[in-house]
């Protein structure tokens, strides 16, 4: 599935108008902002409600710059799943979650090439 990116300005236009076109800083804020993304998908694999809580509190920035309307709903509904996580609709859900992250963070990856950890 793919993200419903706001259509109406690209990624890049988005963090061009955030970092005010400076490439040191648009390489550092997509830099922090995978680093934000990743710790909602650990945080996510843990499947424990107040982790998750607290990661995607910490990741509202980044998924506002990105204007992501899908995963401003997956991050809601899988708050509310993680509340029993024995339920098969959790899993699923996290498995769409798992997929759009991925997909985020290689379109953020396309943006500012970033050397990834081995």
Do not use: W
């Not at 995963?71 to 769409?96: G, Q, S, V, Y």
């Not at 997929?99 to 950890?117: N, T």
Request: one cysteine or more; charged letters at 35%; glycine letters at 0%.
């Amino acid at each position: 599935m793919k993200p419903n990116l706001n259509p109406e300005r690209s990624l890049s236009a988005k963090l061009e108008s955030y970092t005010d076109n400076d490439p040191v800083f648009k390489k550092e804020l997509i830099s922090l902002m995978i680093s934000n993304l990743r710790e909602l998908q650990s945080a996510a694999q843990q499947a424990k409600g107040v982790v998750f809580e607290k990661a995607a509190h910490k990741t509202k920035s980044t998924i506002t710059i990105i204007d992501d309307d899908e995963m401003n709903r997956l991050i809601h509904d899988l708050r509310n799943l993680l509340k029993t996580p024995k339920d098969i609709r959790a899993r699923k859900k996290a498995e769409e979650f798992f997929q759009h992250i991925e997909f985020l963070i290689k379109c953020l990856e396309d943006e500012a090439p970033i050397q990834k950890a081995s």
